[in-house]
């Protein structure tokens, strides 16, 4: 049971336009959402995160949304540049019924291509 | 600052064999999970340990195991080895548990291949 769905596969953009990633969770009990990046022979590299009560955080070229009533995320990047191509996976914290646990649920991930 | 550093980077092994892999945690970093990435099954949670004890643990066969030394430092072992467990084995690392704002930082990962 895919708790966490990136239903889009991969994703191409032209280099300077906003790049849009989605990503769609079914537990109302996830509170704490991250994306991370990963490029191919490395290990998933953290890029932002959201906690439940907020609706939107900015870092720089990169802002997550957060819609808790229809439980979806999406990372905004802009402007796209090629060196952000990459998958891109987006994890929810199932903290569980053990206090402080941080068992990372991810989805399957977004393959972005930016376009020169 | 060192990352997280795993230990070996590939692995060939035949099934029925057992195998071990080490994981060293960014310096100051006391929780270490561990996860699997397959192509079909995505990354998937297999386990966590804090002070040497097992947090939590995914829904894996008792086949897949851990442990956590003193150091922080950690190896995950998995026994009579099966084709399907042919996957990218990752560590992550983060200060200390249930600090959602501190992020868990991953290494690149061990790639087992199972013939």
């Known amino acids: 049971d895919q708790q966490v769905k990136q239903n889009s596969p991969s994703l191409s953009v032209q280099e300077g336009r906003i790049s849009i990633l989605n990503c769609d969770y079914t537990?109302?009990?996830?509170?704490?959402f991250l994306w991370y990046k990963k490029y191919p022979a490395e290990g998933p590299t953290f890029l932002i995160s959201i906690s439940s009560i907020k609706d939107k955080n900015e870092d720089g070229r990169f802002t997550v949304f957060l819609n808790k009533s229809a439980k979806h995320l999406s990372l905004h990047i802009v402007p796209s540049q090629p060196g952000d191509s990459a998958v891109y996976f987006c994890a929810a914290i199932d903290s569980g019924v053990i206090q402080g646990a941080q068992k990372l649920v991810f989805g399957q991930g977004t393959r972005l291509t930016i376009n020169p | 600052k060192a990352g997280v550093t795993q230990t070996p980077r590939y692995l060939i092994k035949t099934r029925g064999q057992q195998v071990t892999l080490s994981c060293s945690p960014i310096?100051?970093?006391?929780?270490v999970s561990w996860y699997q990435q397959t192509p079909g099954q995505g990354l998937q949670f297999l386990f966590e340990?804090?002070?040497?004890?097992?947090?939590n643990k995914g829904n894996f066969p008792g086949r897949f195991s851990g442990r956590q030394f003193s150091n922080s430092r950690s190896e995950m072992n998995v026994s009579t080895l099966e084709l399907g467990d042919s996957a990218l084995y990752l560590c992550?690392?983060?200060?200390?548990?249930?600090?959602?704002?501190?992020?868990?930082?991953f290494g690149d990962g061990t790639r087992l291949s199972i013939l």
């Open positions: 310096s100051g970093h006391r929780s």
């Open positions: 340990y804090f002070s040497e004890t097992q947090r």
């Open positions: 537990n109302s009990m996830f509170d704490y």
């Open positions: 992550a690392s983060s200060p200390w548990p249930g600090r959602k704002e501190q992020p868990q930082h």
